[in-house]
């Protein structure tokens, strides 16, 4: 069994591969980053993960970054664990891969223009007024065909939960912290719901919860806006 280590921020997408891990139920330690310390940045970091981001997974101290990366790792290694459905078929396999892509690198960057749009200002000619409401508009018929797919079940591969409902969980959350309108996403919302119930969930979130009063008995915790 290796030795897992995962750095972690509070709200961020750290989250997902928590929940794979207290899915698993293997042991593992978790490490608080600093984020509004910068220490993202700080050399002890970066030799680690140059990039400068959460989550970063050490497995017997070797770094694998990646949310695609490190959930299907962890897929690998735990195959009992339920992470993603089993297959034989390699094109099913690669299919798995391209679900989590699309979280990755079409759905959580549209969620992050959402919840921080500072990150998208220019100058300070680019306000909150301007990026929110535009990145909402682009997460529409993104979460409209993903309401449809739920149509067929409650986890995005029907009856089975999967770590794509982890990542899913993990948007939502932050969306509908922002402003997002679940008014028209019954399904959506009935995964949220059901995700909260996962036992796995509930220690991730306690987890967060967590590092987010260590934050704040530091100074260092600054609400996202």
């Known amino acids: 069994m290796p030795k897992l280590k995962l750095f972690v921020a ?113 100058d300070g000619e680019l306000s909150f007024e301007q990026v929110r409401p535009k990145a909402k508009e682009a997460m529409t018929p993104i979460m409209n065909m993903i309401e449809k797919r739920l149509e067929d079940g409650p986890w995005w591969y029907g009856e089975d939960w999967s770590v794509v409902d982890a990542y899913l969980y993990w948007v939502w959350s932050r969306i509908t912290s922002f402003g997002f309108a679940d008014d028209d996403y019954p399904n959506l919302r009935r995964h949220f719901e059901l995700s909260n119930q996962r036992p796995a969930v509930e220690r991730a979130m306690k987890l967060e919860a967590k590092n987010v009063e260590i934050l704040k008995s530091e100074g260092l915790f600054r609400p996202p806006r």
């Open 10 to 122: 509070p709200g961020t997408c750290a989250r997902v591969a928590t929940i794979a891990l207290e899915e698993i139920g293997a042991p593992f330690e978790t490490e608080l980053v600093r984020i509004a310390a910068n220490q993202q940045n700080s050399p002890e970091f970066l030799k680690l993960n140059p990039k400068g981001k959460v989550p970063t997974l050490l497995i017997d101290d070797v770094p694998l970054t990646e949310n695609v990366a490190i959930l299907s790792w962890l897929n690998t290694l735990f195959p009992d664990a339920g992470l993603l459905p089993k297959t034989s078929d390699p094109f099913d396999a690669i299919n798995q891969t391209a679900d989590l892509a699309f979280l990755s690198a079409t759905v959580h960057p549209t969620a992050t223009r959402i919840t921080m749009p500072i990150k998208f200002m220019i």
